[in-house]
């Protein structure tokens, strides 16, 4: 029998799916909306004169009082970048994991809308009850530090969204992807899974970031002059890895760069870079 509209769950892509970046999904079911993650998009060669691009957030404009929070699963643009707008619009709770609130406040410092934002951490198996949802974050491991995946508890299923995340044995954090939890959650049932899929038509699998390190110590044994290095500017795990190498070989860093220096200066902060 055909569940009746009041029963029934939706997940609306608001982007993120079958492209990279702007990721944001709704979730909604018995007139509520919950959103995961609010990022932009950065433009393709030929959007000439675009910056940025973001989701197109009209339906949650329309429906803002049926919007119970914003979830967010990591820091990286692609998944907080749109918050500044979509803030200026709407302005729900905002649920996220220390690193990742870090980066969000100071983004919203810059906008001058910290100060009305609604910021509630959370961790690793933290739970959130927000009217018929509950909300599990469970630990995945990626290029940032503090990164989750949600499993979504509705009255009609658990909808479980993964974030981005990589199997990395070995992370530079000591960090695994819960896969424990994961297989927990698949043994009680699961009604719709999101899953990150970057890379997925590549044969074989995406090495650890710890290969990295040992490309470093070689390049740093031989290099006779400055080395200088390019990276994204929220990529913490890799940044520890320059700073332990160049402490190894006597060698000083200098941060180039706004984003990476504030992206820096918040990771140190927090206790998530040690330099």
Same mark, same amino acid.
């Given at each position: 029998?055909?569940?009746? !509209?009041?029963?029934?769950? !939706?997940?609306?892509?608001?982007?993120?799916?079958?492209?990279?970046?702007?990721?944001?999904?709704?979730?909604?079911?018995?007139?509520?909306?919950?959103?995961?993650?609010?990022?932009?998009?950065?433009?393709?060669?030929?959007?000439?004169?675009?910056?940025?691009?973001?989701?197109?957030?009209?339906? =949650?404009?329309?429906?803002?009082?049926?919007?119970?929070?914003?979830?967010?699963?990591?820091?990286?643009?692609?998944?907080?970048?749109?918050?500044?707008?979509?803030?200026?619009?709407?302005?729900?709770?905002?649920?996220?994991?220390?690193?990742?609130?870090?980066?969000?406040?100071?983004?919203?410092?810059?906008?001058?809308?910290?100060?009305?934002?609604?910021?509630?951490?959370?961790?690793?198996?933290?739970?959130?009850?927000? !009217?018929?949802?509950?909300?599990?974050?469970?630990?995945?491991?990626?290029?940032?530090?503090?990164?989750?995946?949600?499993?979504?508890?509705?009255?009609?299923?658990?909808?479980?969204?993964?974030?981005?995340?990589?199997?990395?044995?070995?992370? #530079?954090?000591?960090?695994?992807?819960? #896969?424990?939890?994961?297989?927990?959650?698949?043994?009680?049932?699961? =009604?719709?899974?999101?899953?990150?899929?970057?890379?997925?038509? !590549?044969?074989?699998?995406?090495?650890?970031?710890?290969?990295?390190?040992?490309?470093?110590?070689?390049?740093?044994?031989?290099?006779?002059?400055? #080395?200088?290095?390019?990276?994204?500017?929220?990529?913490?795990?890799?940044?520890?890895?320059?700073?332990?190498?160049?402490?190894?070989?006597?060698?000083?860093?200098?941060?180039?760069?706004?984003?990476?220096?504030?992206?820096?200066?918040?990771?140190?902060?927090?206790?998530?870079?040690? #330099?």
């Amino acid at each position: 029998m055909p569940r009746s !509209k009041n029963e029934a769950v !939706k997940i609306i892509p608001l982007g993120g799916f079958g492209e990279i970046g702007k990721n944001m999904t709704v979730i909604e079911h018995g007139g509520h909306i919950i959103v995961v993650d609010a990022g932009l998009k950065f433009p393709e060669e030929d959007m000439l004169g675009v910056d940025i691009v973001i989701p197109d957030i009209s339906y =949650l404009v329309e429906n803002k009082d049926k919007v119970l929070g914003i979830l967010l699963t990591h820091g990286h643009e692609d998944h907080i970048g749109a918050l500044p707008y979509v803030l200026n619009q709407i302005n729900p709770p905002i649920w996220g994991t220390r690193l990742t609130l870090g980066f969000v406040a100071a983004k919203l410092e810059e906008y001058g809308l910290l100060d009305a934002a609604q910021l509630n951490e959370v961790k690793a198996g933290d739970v959130v009850n927000l !009217k018929g949802f509950s909300v599990e974050f469970f630990r995945v491991s990626h290029s940032i530090p503090d990164a989750v995946g949600l499993a979504v508890t509705t009255p009609v299923g658990v909808v479980v969204i993964t974030g981005d995340f990589k199997f990395d044995q070995t992370p #530079i954090d000591g960090r695994l992807t819960d #896969i424990s939890r994961l297989a927990q959650i698949g043994d009680q049932g699961v =009604l719709a899974m999101i899953t990150d899929c970057t890379n997925v038509e !590549k044969p074989g699998y995406t090495p650890s970031e710890k290969l990295v390190g040992r490309a470093f110590d070689e390049i740093f044994s031989q290099a006779q002059g400055r #080395i200088i290095i390019a990276m994204f500017a929220s990529n913490v795990h890799r940044m520890q890895q320059v700073y332990e190498t160049a402490a190894r070989y006597g060698r000083r860093v200098a941060v180039i760069g706004r984003s990476i220096a504030r992206n820096s200066e918040i990771a140190a902060q927090l206790g998530y870079l040690h #330099i």
